[in-house]
């Protein structure tokens, strides 16, 4: 079992910067790939970045290639996501998961534990 914790929302201007942070405990963090999704109102979850166990390999939605980036702290548990150049299409709530495996995806089938997610607003 394993709980994540995400902090770091908030409202933003459209072109400014936020890092949204993601607090996992419980389960061997360092194991296993770890994602960030979002879902925006009247939208399905999808998916923004994921990260293996290592911090060595990305993936990025073709969205926020280029604006943000993934990262993460084995030693403090924890997985970020800077966003940099907020456009108010971003606006969602953000959701950190914890992969099944090692290897990242970009299906959120293959996540099995998500926390309850953080509003990030982009006012234009």
């Known amino acids: 079992q394993v709980q994540l914790v995400e902090s770091g929302g908030g409202l933003v201007q459209a072109g400014g910067s936020l890092t949204v942070s993601c607090l996992a405990s419980g389960r061997t963090f360092s194991s296993y790939a770890m994602g960030w999704f979002r879902q925006a109102p009247g939208k399905e979850r999808e998916f923004v970045s994921a990260?293996?166990?290592?911090?060595?390999?990305?993936v990025d939605a073709d969205s926020v290639k280029g604006r943000f980036t993934i990262s993460r702290d084995n030693a403090k548990n924890t997985v970020y996501l800077q966003m940099n150049s907020l456009k108010p299409e971003d606006t969602a709530v953000y959701y950190c998961?914890?992969?099944?495996?090692?290897?990242?995806?970009?299906?959120?089938?293959?996540?099995?534990?998500w926390g309850q997610g953080t509003q990030v607003t982009v006012s234009s």
């Open positions: 990260i293996t166990w290592s911090g060595g390999s990305t």
């Open positions: 998961a914890a992969s099944r495996s090692q290897i990242v995806s970009t299906s959120l089938t293959d996540y099995a534990y």
